[in-house]
């Protein structure tokens, strides 16, 4: 590996890197107290689409971790920017919740189920068979199919939930249409990010729990990759894949002296 430079700013993955289950990951306090006392810049990434940065700072501080909801960086954002970059002011059929509908309505957007220029699905906890049915039939009219990230399965107590990934398949299966996704593995989301800190790629660490999403994305961004072992990929599985991280971790506890 060639040389890098030292890590001056931090990418971090929420869920199963620094909360599992909506319990603080041991050490992820004093790592997330470390990063703000030293001053260099960070943000939280998640494909996550159903919490605005506000809800999820508040969720994260209940859980015993201080994160500024400006250090917060969700799908829904991230999919706001990229049609506000590709189609402003334009309109939009959105499946999901909060965090999706608000921050398409502060980049100036339309929600609107009459020929509307994109269909656009995100998370929800209660998916609609009449939403599902509306938006086949509008992208099917003509409309383009956005889709804040491909995660098939989300966790929950019970166990997995159909995921935006899943229903965006479903979808596609019935059009024939295929969505463009903008979260995690979308590098866009990370470049996204990045700029937001004024970091550079050769200086900025990705911190995550998934090989296929967060490992992958930071490596195609140019990023120096941490791969921790609470979430979702155990040690066993990194050689299915074809790339490799940086460095395995068991948690964000070993990472804290490298702030």
């Excluded at 068979?129 to 086949?136: D, E, L, S």
């Excluded at 790629?201 to 120096?224: K, N, P, Q, W």
């Excluded at 941490?226 to 599985?237: D, M, N, S, Y």
Aim: charged share 20%; aromatic share 6%; with cysteine.
């Amino acid at each position: 590996m060639t040389e890098r430079k030292p890590i001056q700013s931090w990418l971090s993955d929420m869920d199963g890197v620094l909360v599992h289950e909506g319990h603080p990951v041991a050490g992820a306090d004093v790592f997330i107290k470390r990063l703000r006392d030293s001053g260099k810049s960070f943000r939280v990434l998640t494909n996550n689409s159903i919490y605005t940065p506000r809800d999820l700072a508040v969720r994260l501080r209940a859980a015993g971790l201080e994160v500024p909801e400006e250090s917060i960086f969700t799908s829904a954002l991230a999919t706001a920017r990229f049609l506000d970059d590709q189609r402003p002011g334009g309109s939009a059929y959105v499946i999901g919740e909060a965090g999706l509908t608000t921050a398409l309505h502060e980049v100036g957007y339309v929600l609107t189920d009459l020929d509307p220029d994109y269909v656009v699905l995100g998370e929800t906890r209660t998916y609609s068979f009449t939403q599902i049915t509306r938006a086949i039939r509008l992208i099917e009219g003509g409309a383009r199919f956005i889709a804040t990230n491909p995660d098939p399965v989300g966790p929950s107590n019970e166990g997995s939930l159909p995921a935006c990934g899943a229903v965006a398949a479903m979808i596609t299966k019935a059009t024939g249409v295929e969505p463009y996704f903008v979260g995690k593995p979308n590098p866009m989301m990370m470049r996204h990010a990045i700029n937001a800190i004024d970091g550079h790629s050769e200086s900025t660490a990705m911190i995550g729990d998934r090989m296929d999403t967060d490992i992958v994305c930071g490596m195609e961004a140019g990023l120096y990759t941490i791969l921790v072992l609470t979430g979702v990929t155990q040690r066993g599985q990194i050689d299915r894949f074809p790339f490799r991280p940086s460095r395995v971790v068991e948690s964000v506890a070993d990472l804290i002296d490298l702030v």
